[in-house]
């Protein structure tokens, strides 16, 4: 399993930015694939993830109803759309393959993609 991160930028607060997720493998083996992000001398932060199975999708508060996650099977991409940003998105995002993601949280990781900056300015 491979995931390269891709996306990232700069934009001002209010922005909007896509994050792309090319993961080759992931579906064959049966794993979900989620977002994270760490902030500078911050914990990394579960943000999101999709069932490659049922497409079920889990958020964690502070993006829900901002972000939104989707799958496209036939470029094996998973998207992270992120709108209204604030200062405090700004972090390094990263995905990561996982088992399960689930309507009430994510599972364990197993791949990591490299990770994609995202800088929002006030």
């Known amino acids: 399993v491979q995931l390269q991160a891709s996306g990232g930028g700069m934009v001002q607060s209010g922005g909007s930015l896509r994050l792309a997720c090319a993961a080759s493998g992931f579906a064959e083996d049966g794993s979900d694939i989620g977002w994270f992000r760490q902030a500078p001398e911050k914990e990394r932060q579960e943000l999101s993830c999709i069932s490659s199975r049922d497409r079920t999708t889990y958020y964690t508060d502070s993006v829900k109803d901002r972000f939104t996650i989707s799958l496209d099977n036939a470029k094996n991409t998973v998207y992270l759309q992120m709108n209204s940003l604030k200062p405090e998105d700004t972090a390094i995002y990263y995905c990561?393959?996982?088992?399960?993601?689930?309507?009430?949280?994510?599972?364990?990781?197993?791949?990591w993609g490299q990770g994609t900056l995202v800088t929002v300015s006030s």
């Open positions: 990561a393959t996982l088992w399960p993601c689930g309507a009430n949280g994510m599972g364990s990781t197993s791949y």
